[in-house]
């Protein structure tokens, strides 16, 4: 009896995919082109049934999407009273910002999800996405949630987010603010393809001799991979590194026989036996290969088409072109299909389940500030937060060690309210923009640091508000004597009035300041003014010249106060709440002086100086922070083309930390330790690395997956050549570029050593560098080529496809391979 396999779930695209994969690896191509007839007919027959179509009322908005909002919006304007009061900087309310309405897009999409569930699991919108056919959760929630944040020209994010859904219909600044994302998709999908398309032809003359030419080069050379599996995601990572390589060691389980042996494969029960077993693997990649030409199957492994060992004579080159410019052809689309909205990775946060009140215990936990400038718990331990409904239900929330906690015992809460963030301690630098903020003045006057006790916490700088002016004299009593007419003034008190023309016998126009020796901080005080300022202002005679004054209104104030709230200033009317400093103290009345506060991180440079005047616009200080931007594959795109053609500068401006910079640090470093030939190997399996990481992760930051032997076979085709410093006893000449393996053989028969260096060649650049003049002629600069051939005598020896198939010759690649 045959043995039935059921698979009782739900199918969706990826299952569908992972269903074909596992049928090919068991049950081999035949019965999987069967089994695919079969799924073919299903599909057909039901779609035909079911006649799903779209309308209006199957677009449901959840209900708790106005109370999230709301609650957003007063969570926001609590921290903007924090701006306000100077314990937060503009840069951190900003991010603050950002990060707040991006959870709360993220928590609004899970309630969407879970909307969509609950009242329908038939309903043709949730159909068409979480099947995969059509659309992505990303285009539903914006016709039902809220579009969010959005970004401009730049990549930078707006801080005003659009709040309704294109259900419900966009406001006039909404709609404004929306434009560019949409203008931009449609632009991007007719120019921008061009750039991609470029990209591709530029990998494919790069790549197109390389082939599989050799059964082995039986190279000694590894390549180590580190075994993480210490969760799903590094796990699942680990076994695609892993999966189709050829392994280069015997691996042993303790006390039993091999598990494999050094030249198998890894199949997918090997992989998870290496997995356990051990903390490093070395395998052959196609970056170890010795082979002058070409690459040997058992350094380039599995065919990623069938999951068995390649074919002599596959054009493994063009494979490798045509998966790393793809994915750029097709995602120029991308921004079309999403409209620009801003989209970044939140942390894993823990929201409320409930309004009500939150209670725990203060047992492990250490009071810290959060890079927004916020006061938060860290949790040492796990630990258990009970949440008290108004219905007196209590839930229980388990929150993991080193997480963020944002609320107090005893706070009041409601539902879906952030309380925690876990924290994700990766030892992986993130790489994210490192942007310098300048912080100006938004206001003249004068700058007053403010020095905490506790030296823990950071400074603040207040602005003591005021304009920096010239005035001419009016005095209210002049005592003049007929014999030397010399002026005096009684007390020496007198009153200025602004531009007014005075004829005096005074030499030089003084201006004056004010003694302000008892200043005070006026901290979390409320001021109400009564009366008009008359523009009048009370002064003291200075000896020096050409002094500045401060203004002091002369705005009455009636004191009352009551012990048990603090200093509190009150009078009936004209109500203005702001920050200050109380600059004199009268019976009846003090003068205050308005001030803004800034708060000034730790790391900041200063450009002002305590006291200093200043106006409207300068530059005070200056933060260091993460810039979040929004990106697309197209932004990608010249990063790609920048980390391929081995740029030194871009747009005239040199690249920092570019790769031949690398180059030649690693080559140097390497060049004090050991002899030239070791040297040159270190240092190019060290670039190799480098490069193969790099445009990996630009690929991985948009989600698209390729392997990393395509990537592999690009770079070995960058670093293959070096450039001669001593020729020895060769006939090479200083400064020619030849292929390294070429020069390692030719060392191994000579006395005299050829010394040389590794040097990097962009993709545009390789085709030049080849044997085949003729490959190099049909790329670029054909004239200058053929021209430079001819004048040196070269010969094509006709390897290659491009050659071939300019002559009309079989390609060396498939039935048209030989084996030599």
């Not at 701006?83 to 969407?112: A, C, D, M, S």
């Not at 707006?158 to 994302?181: A, D, Q, R, T």
């Not at 005893?410 to 490192?434: H, R, Y």
Request: charge should be positive; include cysteine.
């Amino acid at each position: 009896m045959k043995k039935r396999i059921i698979f009782n779930q739900k199918f969706d695209k990826k299952k569908i995919k992972n269903l074909i994969n596992w049928f090919l690896n068991n049950y081999g191509s035949i019965k999987t082109c069967k089994i695919l007839s079969k799924l073919k007919e299903i599909g057909f027959k039901y779609a035909t049934k079911s006649g799903i179509s779209l309308g209006p009322d199957d677009l449901i908005i959840p209900v708790i999407k106005k109370k999230l909002i709301k609650n957003t919006e007063n969570y926001l304007n609590k921290t903007k009273l924090k701006l306000k009061y100077g314990k937060i900087n503009q840069l951190q309310y900003n991010q603050k910002l950002i990060e707040t309405w991006n959870i709360t897009n993220e928590t609004l999409k899970k309630e969407i999800i879970r909307n969509f569930k609950q009242i329908d699991l038939l309903n043709p919108v949730y159909m068409m996405i979480f099947s995969g056919a059509r659309g992505n959760i990303s285009q539903i929630k914006q016709i039902v949630g809220m579009r969010g944040l959005m970004s401009d020209s730049k990549g930078e994010i707006i801080n005003m987010p659009i709040k309704n859904n294109l259900k419900e219909g966009l406001s006039e600044n909404e709609y404004f603010i929306s434009c560019y994302g949409a203008r931009k998709g449609i632009i991007d999908t007719a120019l921008k393809t061009a750039n991609s398309g470029y990209l591709t032809r530029k990998l494919i003359y790069a790549s197109q001799n390389v082939s599989i030419n050799q059964p082995t080069c039986n190279t000694e050379s590894i390549t180590l991979i580190k075994i993480l599996n210490f969760n799903k995601k590094n796990y699942l990572n680990t076994k695609e590194k892993i999966l189709g390589r050829v392994i280069n060691e015997d691996i042993q389980e303790t006390g039993k026989n091999k598990i494999i042996n050094k030249g198998q494969d890894i199949c997918n029960y090997t992989a998870k036996k290496i997995i356990k077993l051990k903390k490093y693997v070395a395998i052959r990649t196609p970056l170890n290969c010795n082979l002058n030409l070409g690459i040997c199957q058992l350094c380039y492994g599995w065919n990623l088409t069938n999951n068995k060992i390649v074919k002599l004579g596959e054009a493994v080159g063009i494979l490798a072109a045509q998966s790393i410019g793809e994915p750029g052809t097709q995602l120029t689309m991308r921004t079309f299909h999403t409209g620009g909205i801003f989209k970044n990775e939140i942390s894993k946060v823990i929201l409320s389940p409930t309004d009500g009140r939150i209670s725990f215990s203060k047992n492990n936990l250490k009071k810290i500030i959060t890079k927004h400038g916020e006061q938060a718990f860290l949790l040492t331990n796990n630990k258990n937060f009970f949440a008290k409904g108004k219905n007196y239900k209590t839930y229980s929330i388990t929150i993991p060690k080193f997480s963020i906690v944002f609320v107090k015992n005893g706070n009041k809460i409601f539902k879906k309210q952030v309380l925690a963030e876990v924290s994700q301690w990766k030892k992986t630098k993130n790489k994210k923009n490192n942007e310098i903020e300048q912080i100006k003045a938004d206001n003249t006057g004068q700058i007053i640091f403010e020095k905490y006790k506790d030296k823990k916490i950071k400074d603040k700088i207040w602005i003591i508000v005021g304009k920096i002016e010239k005035y001419y004299f009016l005095y209210e009593k002049i005592f003049s004597t007929i014999k030397n007419k010399k002026t005096f003034i009684k007390n020496n008190k007198f009153f200025i009035k602004k531009n007014e023309k005075l004829k005096n016998n005074l030499k030089n126009i003084n201006l004056l300041t004010i003694n302000n020796k008892n200043i005070k901080k006026l901290k979390k005080t409320q001021i109400r003014n009564k009366g008009k300022n008359k523009n009048l202002y009370e002064v003291k005679l200075a000896k020096k010249e050409n002094m500045y004054i401060n203004k002091i209104s002369n705005k009455k104030i009636t004191k009352n106060c009551n012990k048990n709230i603090g200093k509190l200033f009150l009078t009936r009317n004209n109500t203005e709440v702001f920050s200050g400093l109380i600059i004199e103290k009268r019976k009846s009345c003090n003068f205050v002086k308005k001030g803004i506060a800034y708060f000034v991180q730790k790391g900041a440079s200063l450009n002002i100086k305590n006291h200093s005047l200043i106006e409207k616009g300068t530059k005070m200080f200056d933060i260091v922070y993460e810039k979040e931007k929004t990106k697309d594959i197209v932004e990608g795109l010249p990063k790609i083309e920048e980390i391929l053609e081995a740029k030194k500068t871009k747009n005239s401006i040199a690249i920092k930390n570019n790769t031949q910079e690398r180059l030649k640090e690693y080559f140097n470093y390497y060049k004090k330790k050991h002899d030239n030939a070791i040297a040159n190997e270190k240092t190019i399996r060290k670039i190799q690395t480098f490069l193969v990481k790099e445009i990996n992760d630009v690929y991985k930051s948009q989600d698209v997956k390729i392997s990393e032997k395509h990537i592999e076979i690009i770079v070995k085709q960058m670093t293959s050549n070096s450039i001669i410093k001593e020729s020895g006893d060769s006939n090479f000449l200083i400064g020619e570029i030849i292929a390294r393996n070429k020069i390692e053989k030719i060392n191994k028969v000579l006395k005299r050593k050829i010394k040389y260096e590794p040097i990097l060649i962009g993709i545009s650049r390789i085709s030049n560098f080849s044997d085949s003049f003729i490959s190099a002629a049909c790329f670029q600069e054909t004239t200058r080529v053929l021209t430079k051939a001819a004048i040196m005598g070269k010969i094509d020896w006709l390897k290659g496809l491009k050659e071939n198939i300019i002559f009309g010759n079989l390609i060396p690649t498939g039935t048209g391979y030989k084996l030599k």
